[in-house]
């Protein structure tokens, strides 16, 4: 397994347009994590799944964001109607879950919005 | 929130010096993480130390958590031009990040 991927690595869209970004974890990894990043700050927490389900969301996660993980394996975000505010890395990660867990990371999608 | 706030905000040195960053944290935690992040690259784990430690070594990197304080550093010893990076604590499950620490070492 090389690591957790994430498609598109970049993405330039117009304003009120939909994206989705998908990742892949490390295969045997139960948790899976989003995360965004605007420029010289840290990561910020999204949401994270354990299996299929979606345990936990953030407040910065607004209703336009959505994140799915439907079998467990690979999850999508969507964003919907982007706004320029929404540009910034979307950072994936993935890890086996349990105490002292260490995250995975994902290269990341930027997202332009124009 | 378990957020971990990186000190200095940058810092500068010369090729062969020892860097140091701290980190200070608000809740209680099971473990506190260290990750580096190149420019344009993905976010890399690099050391976790657990609540019941006090130090703990990898390579040229050393950790100290001093849990009654809520603080921890990283000490890199002999740095390299590509430890340029920004360096980011991480305290618990719940991985809320601070700003970090950018670090620039001059060849």
């Known amino acids: 397994d090389t690591g957790v991927s994430q498609d598109p690595r970049h993405k330039i869209t117009k304003r009120g347009q939909n994206v989705t970004f998908r990742c892949d974890p490390i295969s045997e990894h139960n948790r899976l994590y989003w995360y965004r990043q605007t420029l010289g700050q840290g990561p910020e927490f999204l949401t994270y799944?354990?299996?299929?389900?979606?345990?936990?969301k953030s407040r910065l996660l607004s209703d336009r964001f959505s994140a799915e993980r439907p079998k467990g394996s690979f999850s999508t975000l969507e964003i919907q109607r982007t706004e320029q505010g929404d540009s910034a890395m979307y950072l994936c990660?993935?890890?086996?879950?349990?105490?002292?867990?260490?995250?995975?990371f994902g290269p990341g999608t930027r997202l332009t919005v124009l | 929130s378990q957020q971990g706030e990186e000190d200095p905000q940058a810092l500068s040195i010369q090729e062969g010096e020892n860097a140091t960053m701290n980190c200070s944290y608000k809740?209680?935690?099971?473990?506190l993480q260290w990750y580096r992040q190149n420019s344009g690259r993905g976010l890399v784990h690099l050391i976790l130390i657990r609540s019941n430690e006090r130090e703990k070594h990898s390579g040229r990197l050393r950790v100290t958590l001093d849990t009654s304080k809520k603080s921890s550093s990283l000490l890199i010893t002999a740095s390299r031009a590509a430890d340029t990076a920004s360096y980011f604590c991480v305290g618990g499950f719940k991985t809320i990040f601070g700003a970090g620490t950018r670090l620039f070492v001059k060849a």
């Open positions: 799944f354990q299996n299929e389900a979606q345990l936990e």
């Open positions: 809740t209680s935690i099971n473990n």
């Open positions: 990660a993935s890890s086996l879950g349990g105490a002292g867990d260490t995250q995975y």
